[in-house]
């Protein structure tokens, strides 16, 4: 069975620093994982995907994800924080063969002047 | 991406009452939605997958009588929340999954009030 355990709730970061969001999953199978935003009362929006192709993942806003099958994580990272990165972001593995996405619990992004 | 769209957008209902959520896609047709619903600062959990021209399929826990789902064509799918209760008070979201990639785009949810 598939899962996801995303180890921090809450991360708290200055503007301008870097951001690390962090993400394990477990799967019996080759796993297609994605991370998602979501921002207060909006719809949840696709930040970048790993689909078996490269392990570094490039995706919107600055964002990027390593898949490091050894130690099976899927961290976040972004060089530089912007007050409009504050949101909920998702680890999410995709069930495969039924096209379910399992959702992590979120970790809720904070940024300060 | 493709556009989904969901409507209303929020809807506030007296308890014993019925509400229907309705899910669009507006790029391309889809014979399969999901729909999801997010309880307050918790995660999106998955609710029934929702098969068109068949029954929908209820992910365990979930009362099939109460959540009616209808994928009435190849671009809508409806959610009936049924004798609404406060505790059904929450955020429902639907997606439609990519076709040839595991990927999937949501629409922009419903919050759902039952006072």
């Known amino acids: 069975a598939q899962s996801v355990t995303q180890l921090d709730s809450h991360v708290s970061v200055s503007e301008g620093t870097p951001v690390l969001l962090r993400c394990n999953y477990s799967s019996s199978y080759s796993p297609s994982l994605f991370w998602y935003v979501q921002h207060p009362n909006k719809g949840l929006q696709l930040l970048l995907k790993?689909?078996?192709?490269?392990?570094l993942v490039k995706g919107i806003n600055g964002f990027e994800a390593e898949f490091k099958k050894s130690e099976t994580s899927f961290h976040l990272t972004k060089p530089s924080a912007h007050m409009s990165d504050a949101a909920e972001y998702f680890c999410?593995?995709?069930?495969?063969?039924?096209?379910?996405?399992?959702f992590g619990a979120g970790t809720r992004l904070a940024v300060h002047p | 991406g493709a556009v989904v769209s969901q409507h209303p957008s929020w809807v506030i209902c007296k308890s014993g009452t019925s509400v229907k959520i309705e899910c669009r896609s507006l790029d391309f047709q889809a014979t399969t939605m999901f729909w999801y619903r997010q309880f307050p600062k918790q995660s999106l959990m998955l609710m029934a997958t929702s098969n068109e021209g068949s029954k929908a399929t209820y992910e365990q826990g979930v009362e099939k009588d109460k959540f009616l789902i209808n994928h009435a064509s190849l671009t809508l799918s409806t959610l009936t929340v049924t004798s609404a209760h406060p505790e059904d008070s929450s955020f429902y979201i639907c997606?439609?999954?990519?076709?040839?990639?595991?990927?999937?785009?949501f629409g922009p949810g419903t919050r759902l009030t039952v006072t």
């Open positions: 790993y689909t078996s192709a490269a392990t």
């Open positions: 997606s439609v999954p990519s076709a040839g990639t595991y990927e999937q785009y």
């Open positions: 999410v593995v995709s069930d495969p063969g039924y096209n379910k996405l399992i």
